[in-house]
Nanobody, 118 residues
Framework: QVQLVESGGGLVQPGGSLRLSCTAS?????????MGWYRQLPGKQRELVAA???????NYADSVKGRFTVSRDNFKKTMYLQMNSLKPEDTAVYYC???????????WGQGTQVSVSS
């Protein structure tokens, strides 16, 4: 059974930093998966924040470029999102996604809340 477990969310003041982690279990070859971070506000569509391919190529939403950095450690089966210079508009539930490059089967984590407020 595949599971993606996010951690690292919380409450931070504007300008602060957080580091999210997403650890996969039940996947033998995580290197076959492209991975990404999405976020969602109540009543709104889930949006892509940052993605990293199995080969390490990254892509970011314009709103987070220069502030967020996505990375992965395939040995640890973990993806990270370093979030700096956080803004109140970054407040959302952040979800981890893993998509198999061959079958296109994808999995989601349960989400972690990030709140940016003074």
């Amino acid at each position: 059974q595949v599971q993606l477990v996010e951690s690292g969310g919380g409450l931070v003041q504007p300008g602060g930093s957080l580091r999210l982690s997403c650890t996969a279990s039940g996947i033998t070859f995580i290197s076959m998966y492209d991975m990404g971070w999405y976020r969602q506000l109540p009543g709104k569509q889930r949006e892509l924040v940052a993605a990293i391919t199995s080969g390490g190529r990254t892509n970011y939403a314009d709103s987070v470029k220069g502030r967020f950095t996505v990375s992965r450690d395939n040995f640890k089966k973990t993806m990270y999102l370093q979030m700096n210079s956080l803004k109140p508009e970054d407040t959302a539930v952040y979800y981890c996604n893993a998509k198999n490059r061959g079958s296109a089967q994808q999995f989601w984590g349960q989400g972690t809340q990030v709140s940016v407020s003074s």
